[in-house]
């Protein structure tokens, strides 16, 4: 028996189909191994940063099937994705089930072709990008443990910060600060509607936009009174030239603009297109279009467009990197201009589709044109009138992708020296609009051109940021919070160097270093820590705390002493207190609300039995909880309440606790009665039935799948895609 391992049960169905019965082909569902959590004896540092490992939490069972399935197996291959990520999930694996000289497959596509070439050239697992990965494992958590551990000491506890994290917060900021610091004016736009003298309507714009209102009147006064005519008309021919394929970021930006979707959700669909075949890997820095694939354009554009659409390019990477993944992100066949399961799914395809087949198609041709008309007579500080207009004279790439085309604006046949009709003269008055803040498409670019992250990390690096309560999604922009406010400020004022674009795009180059075998793990890491473990010390001496953001309005007064009062940082954001806190503890909402100091009821806490019960505000209202907050997480909650949270169904780890609803960052969940002494939860509310397949609890799920299982690495966590024949 021979046995392939590939990353996800997807990936492991496609492939199956190529092998002809060959191989037996399993998943490793994602990462087998990771460092233990918050623990930073995770990592001998003086022995050289080796770093300990442990089995991902739950997946035992999977590294135990793919060791006896080994033990039986004559040969083994590693098939895991193709960059650094998948060669160290590649080493995990060999790690975890004890594999002595494992064979390693790469293919970029899905393909039979390309599964079966591969198959015949196997290698070793690539040290050198295991341990490009692993460094930077290494160097996040060694980063995220000691910074994150000041920021409590400093600003609040239970705060993190991270080596990429902050320069992407910082750059939030940086922008925030711009708009605050914002001052807008006023300015007016004047428009003219005149006609030719075939009495063809059109408008004017002033190519002045006056912020006095002196010269506004002025303008509006001699252009009433005087004769208009057309000064000159300019036309010009003018190429556009077609985008690169897409590479990982500018897939994310096409996406978001186009589409809408978040730079992690295209990663999601991106993922699952690659896996059923459909679309090559698509975390790439390469703009590279395979000969097979630039043959395959070309037919395609020949066929659907005409010869003279077609115009093959080759396009510079900018990475240097870039030649790690081979290829840019297209379909596998580009005949087929429509694919995917679903609307995002054939979305997002289409979209890869037309910007494979565009790139390499001729130059579009526009005609655009400006005519100018001036006021007859009028003193020289009087600005000219003008209009544009473009069309387009030959589509070339844009037949392709017509999304990318703009409206032609036509013009109406006039020539120099002709009278113009006014018909009325309007102004408008508005007023300059601060810097717009960063969309996550926006932020993706932002980061790659500071050569911050890389293609794998954008995505997870604003999902971070995000889900960490620093920025929150308002519309399609990113806005810092108040905490985010907080933690770049300190960062900045702290460590300034080690957030700064070149100290974390220079680590990056490192890394790629590392990758390519021009420098050492170890050497990396030493030259990083040593300095940057001083720092932490020093700053943990010196640093000042920040307990206060600044004064409030004077308006606000401390509703107990009716003092002057200051901005803090509470769990829920920015909050006011009394100046002389601890001494008064008035405080005030962000709205100005009185809020009520926290009640002692002086009664003993059931749980650790040495604080006392105190009753306090929240986001979500009055709760009573224990004094001894964080170390004791004791909540009480009110019976009726609590009566209307059970379900009455056994939690199956502990079998002791009850699954009760409750309340998360992201919504309601459903957890064991006994947390945090048993930590199970599910997504939504259990059925009362167990899994046959894993004994796990059934939870509901949605209308055309009433009930599925709560264990996402179950088969029957997806029952719509089990074969009935094996049911």
Not at 718 to 726: E, G, I, T, Y
Request: proline share 5%; charged share 30%; glycine share 6%.
């Amino acid at each position: 028996m021979k046995l392939l391992i590939v990353e996800s049960p997807a990936k492991a169905k496609t492939i199956s189909k190529y092998l002809d019965g060959k191989y037996t082909v399993k998943a490793s569902v994602g990462h087998v191994r990771d460092l233990p959590k918050n623990n930073k004896k995770a990592i001998d540092i003086e022995g050289g940063f080796i770093p300990h490992y442990e089995i991902s939490k739950g997946k035992e069972s999977v590294v135990a099937e793919l060791k006896q399935l080994a033990k039986k197996a004559d040969e083994v291959l590693l098939a895991t994705d193709p960059d650094r990520e998948g060669e160290a999930i590649a080493w995990h694996i060999k790690e975890a089930i004890g594999l002595k000289k494992p064979k390693r497959v790469v293919f970029h596509e899905i393909t039979k072709e390309a599964v079966q070439e591969a198959m015949l050239h196997p290698r070793d697992i690539d040290e050198n990008l295991k341990e490009a990965q692993e460094a930077r494992r290494v160097l996040d958590r060694l980063v995220g443990y000691d910074l994150s551990g000041l920021i409590w000491k400093k600003v609040r506890y239970g705060l993190s910060a991270g080596r990429v994290q902050s320069p992407a917060l910082r750059i939030l900021m940086e922008r925030e600060r711009e708009i605050r610091a914002f001052i807008s004016h006023k300015f007016w736009v004047i428009t003219a509607d005149v006609s030719n003298q075939a009495n063809v309507q059109f408008i004017l714009e002033c190519g002045e936009q006056p912020t006095d209102y002196a010269l506004v009147e002025k303008i509006l006064d001699i252009g009433k009174k005087n004769e208009w005519k057309v000064k000159d008309l300019k036309e010009t021919e003018v190429k556009r030239a077609p985008k690169a394929p897409f590479i990982t970021s500018t897939l994310q930006q096409a996406a978001s603009s186009r589409l809408g979707y978040a730079p992690s959700r295209t990663m999601g669909i991106a993922q699952k297109l690659y896996e059923a075949g459909l679309i090559t890997y698509m975390r790439t820095d390469s703009t590279n279009l395979s000969k097979m694939a630039i043959s395959q354009v070309a037919g395609v554009v020949e066929k659907k467009y005409g010869k003279e659409y077609l115009d093959i390019r080759t396009y510079a990477a900018k990475s240097k990197n870039a030649q790690e993944a081979h290829e840019a992100i297209r379909p596998t066949n580009l005949a087929v201009a429509s694919a995917g399961i679903n609307e995002e799914q054939k979305k997002l395809y289409e979209l890869i589709w037309s910007r494979t087949i565009s790139s390499q198609m001729a130059d579009a041709k526009v005609l655009r044109t400006k005519l100018s008309a001036e006021i007859v007579g009028a003193p020289s500080d009087i600005p000219e009138f003008a209009i544009n207009g473009s069309r387009v004279l030959f589509d070339g790439w844009l037949a392709a992708d017509p999304a990318a085309r703009q409206d032609d604006v036509e013009l109406p046949k006039v020539t120099v020296g002709e009278k113009l009709n006014l018909i009325d003269l309007k102004t408008e008055e508005k007023e300059t609009q601060p810097p717009s803040r960063y969309s996550e498409a926006g932020l993706v670019k932002e980061l790659e051109k500071r050569g911050i992250g890389r293609p794998s990390t954008y995505a997870s690096i604003i999902k971070t940021i995000v889900d960490r309560g620093y920025v929150e999604k308002d519309g399609k922009t990113l806005k810092p919070t108040d905490t985010g406010d907080v933690v770049s400020t300190f960062l900045e004022a702290n460590f300034n160097e080690y957030i700064s674009d070149s100290f974390t795009a220079e680590m990056e180059d490192d890394l790629d270093e590392i990758s390519r075998g021009e420098n050492q793990y170890l050497k990396v890491l030493k030259d990083f820590y040593g300095p940057f473990l001083k720092m932490v010390k020093e700053k943990s001496k010196n640093a000042d705390k920040i307990t206060d953001l600044g004064p409030v309005d004077e308006q606000f007064k401390c509703p107990v002493c009716n003092g002057p009062m200051i901005w803090k940082l509470g769990r829920a954001g920015k909050f006011m207190s009394c100046k002389k806190f601890p001494e008064c503890v008035g405080a005030r909402t962000a709205e100005g609300n009185i809020m009520e100091g926290p009640k002692d009821l002086g009664i003993k806490c059931p749980d650790c039995e040495t604080g006392t019960l105190v009753e306090r505000q929240g986001r979500f209202g009055t709760f009573i909880a224990c004094s001894n907050y964080p170390k004791c997480k004791y909540v009480k909650t009110d019976e009726k309440e609590e009566a209307r949270r059970k379900t009455g169904v056994k939690c199956n780890v502990c079998n002791e606790g009850e699954m009760t609803e409750k309340r998360g960052r992201f919504g309601i969940f459903y957890g064991c009665s006994n947390y945090p002494k048993c930590k199970n939860i599910i997504k939504t509310k259990p059925t009362g039935n167990i899994c046959p397949m894993c004994n796990s609890l059934m939870m509901e799920g949605t209308k055309t799948i009433p009930e599925r299982c709560s264990n996402k690495v179950c088969p029957n966590h997806n029952p719509h895609k089990l074969d009935p024949k094996k049911v």
